[in-house]
Protein backbone atom coordinates (compact mmCIF):
# COMPACT_ATOMS: atom_id res chain seq x y z
CA UNK A 1 0.00 0.00 0.00
CA UNK A 2 3.15 2.14 0.68
CA UNK A 3 4.33 3.41 -2.64
CA UNK A 4 6.87 6.41 -1.76
CA UNK A 5 9.10 6.20 0.82
CA UNK A 6 11.23 9.08 1.67
CA UNK A 7 14.81 9.03 3.61
CA UNK A 8 18.03 10.99 4.39
CA UNK A 9 16.17 12.92 7.61
CA UNK A 10 17.97 13.59 10.83
CA UNK A 11 19.22 16.27 12.70
CA UNK A 12 21.66 18.86 11.64
CA UNK A 13 22.69 22.02 13.02
CA UNK A 14 21.84 25.13 12.02
CA UNK A 15 24.01 26.14 8.11
CA UNK A 16 24.27 22.45 8.05
CA UNK A 17 22.91 20.80 4.37
CA UNK A 18 20.95 17.61 4.11
CA UNK A 19 19.90 15.59 1.20
CA UNK A 20 16.39 13.42 1.25
CA UNK A 21 15.40 11.05 -1.21
CA UNK A 22 11.52 9.47 -2.50
CA UNK A 23 11.53 6.62 -4.28
CA UNK A 24 8.44 5.09 -5.62
CA UNK A 25 6.72 1.88 -7.01
CA UNK A 26 3.63 3.59 -8.69
CA UNK A 27 4.82 2.40 -12.26
CA UNK A 28 4.04 5.83 -13.16
CA UNK A 29 6.72 8.18 -12.25
CA UNK A 30 7.74 9.69 -15.88
CA UNK A 31 4.02 10.86 -16.15
CA UNK A 32 3.94 12.45 -12.88
CA UNK A 33 4.95 16.01 -10.94
CA UNK A 34 7.05 15.31 -7.51
CA UNK A 35 6.90 17.44 -4.78
CA UNK A 36 8.19 17.78 -0.96
CA UNK A 37 5.90 19.03 1.35
CA UNK A 38 6.63 19.94 4.87
CA UNK A 39 4.37 19.99 8.18
CA UNK A 40 6.11 21.73 11.31
CA UNK A 41 4.54 20.54 14.91
CA UNK A 42 1.22 22.72 15.68
CA UNK A 43 1.62 24.24 11.90
CA UNK A 44 -0.19 23.68 8.26
CA UNK A 45 1.38 21.63 5.91
CA UNK A 46 3.38 24.02 3.35
CA UNK A 47 4.60 23.46 -0.03
CA UNK A 48 9.00 23.29 -0.28
CA UNK A 49 9.26 22.38 -3.80
CA UNK A 50 7.68 21.17 -7.13
CA UNK A 51 9.10 19.67 -10.12
CA UNK A 52 7.52 18.79 -13.27
CA UNK A 53 7.58 15.19 -15.45
CA UNK A 54 10.29 16.21 -17.43
CA UNK A 55 12.81 17.58 -14.57
CA UNK A 56 12.99 21.28 -16.50
CA UNK A 57 10.20 23.12 -14.43
CA UNK A 58 10.27 23.78 -10.83
CA UNK A 59 8.76 25.70 -8.28
CA UNK A 60 9.42 26.76 -4.65
CA UNK A 61 8.01 28.17 -1.42
CA UNK A 62 9.33 31.64 -0.81
CA UNK A 63 11.30 30.72 2.70
CA UNK A 64 13.30 27.95 1.16
CA UNK A 65 14.06 29.65 -2.45
CA UNK A 66 17.52 30.11 -2.92
CA UNK A 67 18.85 27.42 -0.17
CA UNK A 68 16.76 24.27 -1.22
CA UNK A 69 16.85 22.28 -5.10
CA UNK A 70 14.77 19.74 -6.21
CA UNK A 71 15.62 17.24 -8.70
CA UNK A 72 14.45 14.06 -10.08
CA UNK A 73 16.44 10.82 -11.95
CA UNK A 74 13.38 8.93 -13.69
CA UNK A 75 15.52 6.10 -14.44
CA UNK A 76 15.90 5.35 -10.76
CA UNK A 77 11.75 6.53 -10.05
CA UNK A 78 13.48 9.12 -7.35
CA UNK A 79 12.98 12.76 -6.65
CA UNK A 80 15.36 14.61 -4.49
CA UNK A 81 16.20 17.49 -2.45
CA UNK A 82 18.58 19.07 -1.30
CA UNK A 83 19.01 21.21 1.78
CA UNK A 84 21.64 24.00 2.19
CA UNK A 85 21.95 26.65 4.85
CA UNK A 86 19.50 24.91 6.98
CA UNK A 87 17.46 26.91 9.51
CA UNK A 88 15.76 25.94 12.66
CA UNK A 89 12.34 26.80 10.61
CA UNK A 90 13.16 24.12 8.28
CA UNK A 91 12.20 21.75 11.02
CA UNK A 92 9.84 19.62 10.31
CA UNK A 93 8.33 16.64 8.91
CA UNK A 94 9.34 16.44 4.88
CA UNK A 95 6.75 14.41 3.19
CA UNK A 96 7.18 13.41 -0.54
CA UNK A 97 4.13 13.45 -3.02
CA UNK A 98 3.29 12.32 -6.46
CA UNK A 99 0.86 13.86 -8.74
CA UNK A 100 -0.25 11.73 -11.93
CA UNK A 101 -0.25 13.97 -15.36
CA UNK A 102 -3.60 11.70 -16.21
CA UNK A 103 -5.71 13.23 -12.95
CA UNK A 104 -5.22 10.80 -10.24
CA UNK A 105 -5.25 11.07 -6.95
CA UNK A 106 -1.70 12.59 -5.70
CA UNK A 107 0.17 10.02 -3.31
CA UNK A 108 1.87 10.73 -0.70
CA UNK A 109 5.20 9.13 1.39
CA UNK A 110 4.97 8.56 5.08
CA UNK A 111 8.04 11.45 5.36
CA UNK A 112 10.66 11.91 6.87
CA UNK A 113 11.53 13.69 10.23
CA UNK A 114 14.26 16.63 9.65
CA UNK A 115 15.62 18.74 12.61
CA UNK A 116 17.78 21.59 13.02
CA UNK A 117 19.33 22.50 15.78
CA UNK A 118 19.96 26.50 16.68
Known amino acids: QVQLVESGGGLVQAGGSLRLSCTTSTRIFSLSSMGWYRQAEGKQRELVAF????????RYGDTVKGRFTISRHNAKDTVYLQMNGLEPGDTAVYYC???????????WGQGTKVIVSS
Open 97 to 107: VERPSMGGRNL
Open 51 to 58: IDPSGHNT
